[in-house]
C-alpha cells in the first residue's frame, strides 16, 4: 500500500504557465502582491487611470474595477498610465542584470 504523505502546497501553483491562469488566478496574485507574477500580466484600475505590478504594494483596489492585461503596452493603449510606485513599464528588479531596452513588459513567450 502506497500512502501519499508527500503532499506539497502549490506556492506558486499557475504561475509559471499565464496560459493556465484564469482571472480569478490573477485577481489572487494581486491580493497576494506576488513578485512572480510581475512578469506574467499587469492590471489595472478603472477609478485611478493607472496600470501596476501584480506586486505593487499601492492599496487594493476593487475588484470590480480591475482589468488585466498581458503587457504594459496593452494597458497603455487602453488609456492607462504606469502607477508611479511599481512602475510597471520599468525593469523588473529581477531583471536589472540583463540589459533590457524600454521594452522591459514585452509578452511572455509561450515556452512550447
Ligand atoms: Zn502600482
Redesign the pocket.
Known sequence: MTSMTIEREPVLPVFMNPALMNEDDRWAAVVRRAPAADRLFCYSVRTTGVY??PS?A?RLPRRENVRFHRTCADAAKAGFRP?K??R?NGPLPTERRTSTTADACRPVEAAA
Open positions: 501596476c505590478r505593487c499601492s502607477c510606485r511599481c510597471p
